[in-house]
């Protein structure tokens, strides 16, 4: 049997930093599934449709082909084919994928192909529902989690690391946005897996939390 570790959580708790450390120690592969939704909402936004056009959504999920491959350990996403990998890391591509996700077809497409990828691969796997819907029988799940404000300055630091203005407040605002959209959807909400295990990370460092995890993983392996 495969050993799956799933991770999920709010935006900005730190999720996909640390998943690919957790697999790197581990010798796992690393999949980080909110590039997939990322992709997809990109696919929307490519044929002028807004997110709230869900028969045009539908439709549209039939012809649509996201695949992954990995590049020096890289994860790559591809769209019908094209490697959007470059394109996915935009606030703008963020609230599409957000807003997109919310949709059955989009997400059934999505988790099957998350699902095929566990069975045949020991993985660590980030995003919203891995524990409580792609990966409901995963040996390893944890909720990482942060508060709002502490995600916010992260993210704020990060920005204005790379020399960009960024506003604190108003990242604040998106940030609780995106948890609310996450939380209160109809299908596969983000909530924390009953048999998960909570990790809050506003006090720790990521060497801190992937020790945490690491030690986790290590008991159940
Ligand atoms: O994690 P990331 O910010 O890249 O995810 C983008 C969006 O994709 C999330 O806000 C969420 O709405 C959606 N998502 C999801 N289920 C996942 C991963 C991401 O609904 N497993």
């Known amino acids: 049997m495969r050993f799956n570790l799933a991770i999920d959580g709010p935006a900005g708790a730190g999720k996909s930093t640390i998943a690919k450390r957790v697999a790197k120690e581990l010798s796992f592969v690393y999949v980080d599934t909110g590039a997939m939704y990322r992709a997809m909402g990109i696919y929307f936004s490519d044929l002028g449709i ?20 990995y590049e020096n350990g890289e994860q790559q996403v591809y769209l019908n084919g094209v ?15 957000s807003a997109t996700s919310a949709y059955l077809e989009v997400r059934k497409k999505l988790v099957e192909l998350q699902q095929e990828m566990a069975e045949n691969t020991d993985l660590v796997m980030d995003g919203r529902d891995i524990g409580t819907a792609v990966l409901p029988n995963a040996p ?37 946005e995106r948890d609310y959209q996450d939380m209160h959807r109809e299908h596969s909400p983000l909530v924390q897996a009953e048999d998960a295990v909570l990790v809050d990370s506003s006090e720790m460092t990521i060497d801190e939390v992937v020790e945490k ?9």
């Not at 807004?50 to 491959?69: G, H, L, M, N, R």
């Not at 490697?83 to 609230?95: I, P, S």
């Open 50 to 69: 807004a997110p709230e056009e869900q028969e045009k959504i539908e439709a549209a999920c039939k012809d649509v082909k996201i695949s992954i491959s």
């Open 83 to 97: 490697n959007v990998t470059g394109r996915l890391r935009t606030e703008e591509a963020g609230k599409m994928a």
């Open 140 to 176: 390893l799940k944890v909720y990482l989690t942060a508060s709002a404000h502490v995600r916010a300055l992260r993210r704020w630091k990060e920005l204005t690391e790379k020399g960009q203005t960024a506003d604190l407040a108003k990242i604040e605002e998106d940030i609780n």
């Open 213 to 221: 995890i690491l030690s986790l993983a290590r008991e159940r392996m």
